[in-house]
Nanobody, 126 residues
Framework: QVQLVESGGGLVQAGGSLRLSCAFSGENFRSYTVGWFRQAPGKERELVAALKRYGGDTVYVDSVKGRFTISRDNDKTTVSLQMNSLKHEDTAVYYC???????????????????WGLGTQVTVSS
């Protein structure tokens, strides 16, 4: 059974930075595509960034390109999201997710992922 636990959220001023981390427990971490989704109040959940397994494609939502970077450490079985130049509109609950069998065209579809963390709140004050 896979478990995902996020950490690193908090309150930051606009223009600041945060680094989210996700600890993966379970087997065969390398075989999972990993990602970060977010959901703001009154809005639908959206993919922020995803990183395919075995060093594959990385995708980002347009609004974070150039500001956010997703990475993974296969030895420590962690997933990170470095968030720079944060904006008020980045305020949301951020969720770590993992799944197998995803192809590039399904990376933005939350239903394609198998496991989810409980989320961590990111609040950016303007």
């Amino acid at each position: 059974q896979v478990q995902l636990v996020e950490s690193g959220g908090g309150l930051v001023q606009a223009g600041g930075s945060l680094r989210l981390s996700c600890a993966f427990s379970g087997e065969n971490f390398r075989s999972y595509t990993v990602g970060w989704f977010r959901q703001a109040p009154g809005k639908e959940r959206e993919l922020v960034a995803a990183l395919k397994r075995y060093g594959g494609d990385t995708v980002y939502v347009d609004s974070v390109k150039g500001r956010f970077t997703i990475s993974r450490d296969n030895d420590k079985t962690t997933v990170s999201l470095q968030m720079n130049s944060l904006k008020h509109e980045d305020t949301a609950v951020y969720y770590c997710t993992a799944g197998r069998g995803l192809i590039t065209s399904t990376l933005r579809n939350g239903a394609a992922y198998d496991y989810w963390g409980l989320g961590t709140q990111v609040t950016v004050s303007s």
